[in-house]
């Protein structure tokens, strides 16, 4: 079976080929089972005859056609010169005996398209052959040394132990000797003949135990194998961030057509009333004048009339319609523009990762599964593939892709615009006043479902709802003395939420949390941690889409959750203190730490999915109110300095990326809140501003 004389070698049962799968031999190129595969700098292998095909003989490097990185091309030797991956080899050889042994395989010739049958297998070549093509193959001179394996000895499990993944495999420049040594001085596997001609002491260090040699080896690439995971995951939430901010782009986009569509569609009705209540009055006054005494002078006044109403209606109508289709088309450039740039964001993520998956994998099915010899003739590749790939950064997404807004006019001679930047809010009202008594510490807010908004005022210790346009409509109704709560410290509410009842949820600096209906009558209370802390202090409050309601307790760290009924549904502890909370689509719950400056988002079982510090041009700022809008970016109210009266609202995107400032000059801005048509309300201390795009 082996013209060399080498000991017959059965794979054993837990063979490696069963715990890695066969579809991790298939080349990338002919999608076929490897051969002769030569190993790149990225570690990806590809067949010998795979790369001969598919690169020119003047090319000075290789580009690996799984992941496009450049190995260079030895000279003198060419492709066939560079490492042959002997590993990837010997399981391949492993696989062909598992399948002559189940009597499957190879059914016909690789070396001709006779259709024969093959009745043995070049273990150098790594081809089956017939009877006539294995004649020509042992006629050639130049593969008088290379040994072979009968259909028979495949089907009983029997081949030369070099091929195999676990033996010692053969020496890529003395073709015939196995690399039992190591030079230590090169990190180099080696054969005896090598320490003859290259690898000569006293200049080469070369030991013959490799298994020494091996297992320190083993130990660095294993620590590098836990740095090279981490930089793995990285490229993994770069490429989540990337379908993220796909989606966000989408989403907005769409969202800005419609501000577009709807606010063209309205003005176009504002339109059409107006010119039927002016076609209608001229009509009236016709009729009134019929048979009068100005007769076909009126008539023709009233007809002259009647063309400029529709002319001027008309031309109302066809500047809408204009810039309707200006504002549209921007949108659509938008997305092909973003669309492009995120495509191509998108496949350099991908490829970072779907690279970052193979190494990692390809380095831990070494390190555990091949023997000392073949693990050490590819220890320095896979060393710097491995440094090469905890080289590599994630690419910094461009945050302003996410960035698409739409302003719209009061005006009727035309639309609002897209904007591609973060640009200033207009401060559309403002009710109390900064020396007045109409509040004496406005701090929770929430909007209603019927637009009004409700406004926790801690220093007149009662909640009260008005409309937007400041009118004061209803305060809530105060507990009777019978109720829970009302033995405790004086009540102080803080904190407002509204659930899709319009019932009202009220915390107020003590363990008790207080519903009103949506009239404001008082309906009931819970404990907000129930019986397991007396000294519980619930002061922030939010509802989710499911109606459950989150409280926070700043004195303890603490946020306790709760079904609509108020039943304690779970109870996380934090690192950080809950002074306002907030909750956006997905069901992350948003925490705002004045005292540390810092955003946390997590989900209701507690686990983080972000954490930033609101530091705007290096300088640390202090975070209180804060609320997300239908995109899920989140608005935070900041104080920076001392000085009252000129504190910033700044806008994040959804996972925390600084975007910029809509507002700025506030006075000392606490809770927010977002209505339902959008519009920013803000709980400033002393009064109640609000804020549109």
Known sequence: MSRSGSTKYMPPRDSAVNRIGWEFMECHVCAGRYKKPKILDCLHSVCEECLLKNTTPSAKDVTCPECNLTTPIPQPGGIRSLPSNKFMSGLVQEAVVQEQSNGGGKETCDSCESGAKPSLRCLDCESFMCPGCSDVHRRDKRNSKHRTASIGDLRNGHFSEEYSSSGTPLCQIHSTEPNQMYCLTCEKSICKDCTIYHHRAPKHKVVKDTREAATKRREVIDKMLAVAEKRMEEFERTQQLVEETESGVHKRLKRAKKQINDEADEKLEIIKKEREFQLAGLSRKMSDDKGGAQGNSLLVQMHRAKDEINAAADAKKEKIEEDRAVQ??????????????????????????????YSFTFAMILLKEAGDNHFLSLYMLLGKGLKALIETKPSELNQTLEIVTYSKTQSMKGLGKVSEKIESWNLVKTYGKRDSDDFRCALGIAGCPNGDIALADEGYKRVVT??????????????????????????????????????????????????????????????????????????????????????????????????????????????????????????????????????????????????????????????????????????????????????????????????????????????????NDGTLAVADTSSVKLFKM
């Open 328 to 357: 549209l088309n921007k949108i659509a450039q938008l997305e092909e523009d973003r669309g492009h740039k995120l495509q191509e964001e998108m496949a350099s993520a991908h490829g970072l990762t779907q690279r970052a998956q």
């Open 466 to 675: 008005f409309g937007l346009d400041g009118e004061f409509k209803s305060k809530l109704q105060e507990p009777s003395k019978k109720t829970r709560g009302a033995g405790d410290d004086t009540p102080d509410p803080c904190g407002v939420a509204i659930n899709s009842l319009g019932h009202y949820i009220v915390v107020d600096k003590t363990k008790y949390v207080k519903v009103y209906d949506s009239r404001g009558k008082y309906l009931d209370e819970f404990e907000c941690d129930n019986k397991r802390a007396q000294n519980a202090k619930a002061v922030c409050v939010a509802v989710d889409s499911k109606d459950r309601i989150i409280i926070g307790d700043k004195s303890r760290a603490v946020l306790t959750i709760h079904s609509p009924d108020g039943t304690l549904l779970d109870r996380l502890e934090l690192t950080l203190r809950p002074w306002f909370i907030a909750v956006n689509s997905k069901e992350q719950i948003i925490i705002s730490d004045f005292e540390a400056g810092t955003i946390l988002a997590i989900d209701h079982e507690g686990n983080t999915q972000f954490t930033m510090e609101t530091i705007i041009n290096g300088e640390r700022i202090q975070a209180s109110g804060i609320c997300c809008d239908a995109n899920d970016d989140i608005f935070v109210a900041l104080h920076s300095g001392d000085e009252k009266g000129t504190f910033p609202i700044c806008q994040f995107n959804p996972r925390g990326k600084f975007l910029g400032c809509i507002a700025r000059g506030l006075y000392h801005p606490l809770g927010m809140c977002f209505t």
